[in-house]
Each structure stands twice: as structure tokens, then as C-alpha cells.
């Protein structure tokens, strides 16, 4: 069973940036698909930008042209840099995997198997 661990969240003001980075016990078939989610109090988590085993990357508009999914293989770190930061950004992100998906869910939080437990990020104004 993978273990993962995300790090790096913190306040920030709008327009600023931060590095999100989850280290995995293991880079194996338990993380052929991983990525990020996020979640506020209250609403579903929801896809941020996940990646397959060939580096398809996939983002959510939200997170286009500001968010950047990214990792260290030999490190097992997977990266998101967040750039800039908006007040609705505010959410606790987190770092999932898992080994098998249907790739037309893959934004579905519900597709991942493996999850850490979260970094929070809060952007004020």
C-alpha cells in the first residue's frame, strides 16, 4: 500500500506562488496515475491536474496557465506549483494515486485509491 505525504502549504497573498510537494513511499504500479485535488469545507474535492505513467497530463481549467503538476521520479516527489494565487484557491490540497482508472474520471476524486492527508492553502486579499 502507498504512502503518501504532501508538505509545502501555507498563506500566501493573492497574486503570490507556492510549491506543494508529495513524497511517495513508492513509485510503483500504485502510482501509475496520481495528482492533486482540493477541498473546501462544505463541497466535494475536486480535481486539480493529475498525470498517468506516460506524463499525460491532465489540469482543470480552474488550474490552467497558473498551476504546473510535475515530480522528482527518484526522489518519488510529486510536485504542483501554484502561481498566481487567488482568494478562491483556498483549500486544502491533496496528493492521491492509484494503480487503475477510467481515464474519462480521472478529475474524480473518487477514481484514486491512495490519499495523503493534506496540505492547506489559504490565499488572502
Known amino acids: 500500500q502507498v504512502q503518501l505525504a504532501e508538505s509545502g502549504g501555507g498563506s500566501v497573498q493573492a497574486g503570490g506562488s507556492l510549491r506543494l510537494s508529495c513524497v511517495a513511499s513508492?513509485?510503483?504500479?500504485?502510482?501509475?496515475?496520481m495528482g492533486w485535488f482540493r477541498q473546501v469545507p462544505g463541497k466535494e474535492r475536486e480535481g486539480v491536474a493529475v498525470v498517468d505513467r506516460d506524463w499525460t497530463l491532465t489540469y482543470a481549467d480552474f488550474a490552467k496557465g497558473r498551476f504546473t503538476i510535475f515530480n522528482d521520479y527518484a526522489a518519488r516527489v510529486l510536485w504542483l506549483d501554484l502561481t498566481r494565487l487567488k482568494t478562491e484557491d483556498t483549500a486544502k490540497y491533496y496528493c492521491?494515486?492509484?494503480?487503475?482508472?477510467?481515464?474519462?474520471?480521472?478529475?474524480?476524486?473518487?477514481?484514486?485509491?491512495?490519499w495523503g492527508q493534506g496540505t492547506q492553502v489559504t490565499v488572502y486579499q
Open positions: 492521491a494515486s492509484t494503480n487503475r482508472i477510467d481515464w474519462s474520471k480521472r478529475l474524480a476524486a473518487s477514481s484514486y485509491r491512495y
Open positions: 513508492e513509485f510503483t504500479a500504485n502510482t501509475d496515475y
